[in-house]
C-alpha cells in the first residue's frame, strides 16, 4: 500500500516461507521490518492517514493488527471468526473494515494445503470490535474489495461466466447475487468483462483495472474500455493509486513495484527487496 502523501509503502516480504511487514522510505530507498520476527503477515494497508498500518496475522484464528508507526507498537490485536482473508480495506468513510472472508475446509491429504471456498463479505467495526457478514452468497470465488464511494462496494468474482468481473452493491443492502451490479462495457473485447481484477478508483465514474494481462481504464459513463498498458506477458498482482499517480506489481518475481502517472505514462520503478537479506 501507499501512504496517501506518497512518501512511505507498507509491504509483506517472504523469506523462507514466513511473511514480514516492512515500511519503506520512498525518498531514501531504506526499508525496515515494522515486527522483530516473521509469521503469517500478510497484505498492510495505511490506516488513519501515514500513521498507522493495518495488516492480517492468520496465525490461529485469523485478527486484524494495528501498529503505530511513531511509536513502533502494535497498539490493537482484533480477533474475527475463522476463515482466510482474502481482501480488505479501510473505509475511508467510516471507522470500519470491510474485508472479503472465505470458510476453510480441510485438505484430503494431510500433506496439502487447505482449499478455500464459500467467499462472503464482512466489516468489522473498529469502535466496537465487532464484526457482521454482510452477505450469504458462498460465492466460489471473490478476490478483491474497495469502496467506491461512501454508499458501494465494489467487488472481483470468478465463477460462471454471470458471476465472473467487477460488480458493484449498496453497502446498506443485505448483499445478494440478486443486487450486485455487474459492470459491464459496451466495446468490450475478446477479454470482455469477467476477466476485469484488481479494480482501484479514479473517480465515481472511472476505474482502472487489469483485464487479462493489460490494464484498462473503464468510463462507467460512456461504458468504454480503453488500453491505459499493454501486456508484458505477466499478470498483474496488485494496483493501487494515489489520485492519477498508478503503482502495480506484477507476477514477474522481481520485487518491482513499477509507478507512472496517468497524464504522461513515463514507467518508474522501486525494488522492494530489503538491503538486509540475500
Known amino acids: 500500500d501507499i501512504s496517501v502523501d506518497e512518501n512511505k509503502i507498507v509491504y509483506d516480504y517472504k523469506v523462507d516461507s514466513l511473511n514480514n511487514i516492512y515500511l519503506m522510505d520512498i525518498s531514501t530507498d531504506e526499508s525496515l521490518p515494522l515486527l522483530n520476527k516473521s509469521g503469517k503477515f500478510s497484505n498492510p494497508k495505511f490506516i488513519y492517514g501515514a500513521g498507522k498500518v493495518v495488516f492480517i496475522n492468520h496465525i490461529n484464528k485469523p485478527e486484524f493488527w494495528i501498529y503505530d508507526i511513531p511509536t513502533k507498537k502494535i497498539i490493537k490485536k482484533i480477533t474475527v471468526t475463522p476463515g482466510f482473508i482474502v481482501d480488505y480495506f479501510p473505509s475511508k468513510f467510516e471507522n470500519k473494515i470491510y474485508y472479503i472472508q472465505a470458510s476453510e ?28 457478514k454482510l452477505s450469504n452468497m458462498h460465492s466460489y470465488s471473490m478476490t478483491e474489495i474497495g469502496e467506491i464511494n461512501k454508499d458501494n462496494l465494489i467487488v472481483s468474482m470468478q465463477g460462471a461466466k454471470e458471476e465472473s468481473g467487477l460488480f458493484t452493491v449498496d453497502k446498506k443492502t443485505k448483499i445478494t447475487l440478486q443486487n450486485l451490479k455487474k459492470i459491464s462495457i ?5 477479454r470482455n468483462s469477467t476477466m476485469y481484477r484488481n479494480p482501484v478508483i479514479l473517480s465515481q465514474n472511472k476505474i482502472l483495472c ?11 459513463d460512456k461504458k468504454e474500455e480503453t ?6 506477458g505477466y499478470h498483474y498482482r496488485t494496483i493501487r493509486n494515489i489520485g492519477d499517480k498508478i503503482f502495480y506489481n506484477q507476477t514477474d518475481n522481481s520485487n518491482n513495484i513499477t509507478y507512472f502517472n496517468l497524464n504522461d505514462k513515463k514507467l518508474n520503478s522501486i525494488n522492494l527487496a530489503p538491503k538486509n537479506i540475500k
Not at 186 to 190: G, I, K, S
Not at 210 to 220: D, G, R
Not at 227 to 232: A, R, V
Request: glycine residues 0%.
Open 105 to 132: 475446509f480441510d485438505s484430503y491429504s494431510p500433506i496439502a494445503r487447505k482449499s478455500f471456498h464459500n467467499f462472503d463479505i464482512y466489516q468489522l467495526d473498529l469502535k466496537s470490535f465487532q464484526t457482521e
Open 227 to 232: 488500453q491505459i498498458l499493454p501486456s508484458t
Open 210 to 220: 487489469s483485464s487479462s494481462y493489460q490494464l484498462v481504464l473503464l468510463n462507467l
Open 186 to 190: 459496451e466495446n468490450e473485447t475478446l
